[in-house]
C-alpha cells in the first residue's frame, strides 16, 4: 500500500503544466524533424551527393588531362625525332648535291682542259704549216733571187711542195 499512495502522491504533485509544457515539447520535436530536419537533412545529403559527383568529376578530368598532357608529350617526343630526321636526311641530300655538283665541276674543268690542249695541238699544228710555208717561200724567193729569173706559177708551186718536204722536222722541233 505504501507504494499506491506514494504513486498517488507523485500523480497529484505532477503538475499539469509540466505535462503540457512535455507535450509541447515533444509536438515542437516531432514538428521540426517533420519540417526542418527532414528538409535539411535532404539538401545536406543532396549537397553531399553533388559535392562526390564533383568530386569524381574532378578526377576523371585530372586523369583525362594526365593522360592528354603525356600523349602530347609523346607526340612532342615523335615530332623531334621527325624533325632531327628530316635535318639529318636534308644534310646527307645537301652533302650528296655538294659532292655530286663537285664531281661535275671536276668533270667539265677536265672536259674544258682537254679541248684547251686539243686546239692548243691544233693551232701548233697549223703554226708548223705556216713556218713550213714560210720557210718554202723564203727559200724559193732566195733561190729566184740567186737565178734572177722569174718562175712561173706551176714551177713555183712544185717548188714549194718539195721544201715544204724536205724541211727537217728536227729543226722546227728544237724552235718549238
Avoid at 690542249?117 to 713550213?132: F, G, H, N, P, V
Avoid at 712544185?158 to 718549238?176: F, H, N, P, S, Y
Amino acid at each position: 500500500m505504501d507504494l499506491t499512495l506514494e504513486l498517488g502522491k507523485v500523480i497529484r504533485s505532477i503538475n499539469w503544466t509540466f505535462i503540457f509544457t512535455l507535450l509541447n515539447f515533444a509536438l515542437l520535436v516531432y514538428l521540426m524533424k517533420r519540417i526542418l530536419f527532414k528538409p535539411a537533412l535532404a539538401y545536406i545529403d543532396r549537397r553531399r551527393e553533388q559535392i562526390a559527383s564533383r568530386m569524381e568529376a574532378a578526377r576523371k578530368s585530372e586523369a583525362t588531362a594526365t593522360a592528354l598532357v603525356a600523349q602530347r608529350e609523346e607526340e612532342l617526343k615523335a615530332t623531334h625525332e621527325q624533325a632531327r630526321r628530316t635535318i639529318d636526311d636534308a644534310t646527307a641530300r645537301a652533302e650528296r648535291i655538294v659532292s655530286a655538283a663537285t664531281g661535275d665541276a671536276k668533270k667539265e674543268a677536265e672536259r674544258i682542259l682537254a679541248a684547251a690542249r686539243r686546239r692548243i695541238a691544233q693551232e701548233r699544228t697549223q703554226m708548223e704549216a705556216d713556218l713550213r710555208r714560210a720557210y718554202a717561200e723564203i727559200a724559193v724567193l732566195g733561190a729566184a733571187r740567186v737565178l734572177d729569173r722569174e718562175i712561173r706559177i706551176e714551177d713555183h708551186q712544185r717548188l714549194l711542195d718539195t721544201l715544204i718536204d724536205e724541211i727537217d722536222e728536227q729543226a722546227l722541233m728544237v724552235k718549238r
